[in-house]
């Protein structure tokens, strides 16, 4: 089996990252991959924000902002995880569909073209030897994280790709047999 088919067939979110994450050359090597997603008329239906450094602990007071805003009553425990969650890798990464209005590509397959750059971010992460979790929550939808990420009306979070390099072994992953999930008509 090609060492590419390996990786594809062995990637899984890693439980915990650490630092290193990409170069920044590397990041446009990751981001190089999204451009070749799926595109239906060439709308390219993405764009992407990298938060490092510094700047994750600004991103961590929004998120408890965000909670504080969904539940004004959240303990100190909600709170700090809320806090923290983007110190859990050195780089978070978030996928933004750009929607468009157009006659023959819809939103939702807008929205999946830019999973798919999602998912190639990933794969490549690990082509790199990094690893990657993707986050989603209450967070990828209120509107006052997409303000703060300087979203514009026509803009969703997709996926909060953490990025980093992978802290002790991999996660043991049940064996699946394609033949539960592959049908022929």
């Not at 007071?61 to 909600?78: F, G, I, K, N, T």
Request: glycine share 4%; hydrophobic share 45%.
């Amino acid at each position: 089996m090609s060492d590419l088919l390996q990786r594809l067939q062995t990637r899984n979110s890693a439980p915990r990252l650490v630092a290193p994450a990409p170069s920044p050359e590397q990041l446009d090597e990751l981001v190089q991959a999204a451009l070749r997603a799926p595109d239906h008329a060439w709308l390219r239906p993405w764009r992407f924000i990298a938060i490092e450094g510094e700047r994750r602990e600004d991103f961590g007071e929004v998120l408890e902002r965000c909670l504080l805003r969904r539940d004004p009553a959240a303990d100190s425990s909600a709170r700090e995880k809320a806090r923290s969650a983007p110190l859990r890798a050195p780089l978070v990464l978030v996928v933004v569909a750009r929607l468009q209005e157009h006659p023959k590509v819809p939103a939702d397959e807008q929205r999946l073209s830019a999973g798919c750059a999602a998912h190639a971010i990933l794969l490549a992460a690990e082509a790199l030897d990094y690893a990657g979790i993707w986050r989603t929550g209450n967070a990828a939808f209120d509107p006052y994280v997409g303000s703060a990420l300087g979203l514009e009306s026509n803009e969703e979070v997709v996926a909060f790709l953490y990025l980093g390099t992978r802290d002790g072994n991999p996660k043991n992953l049940p064996a699946l047999n394609p033949a539960d999930f592959l049908s022929r008509w």
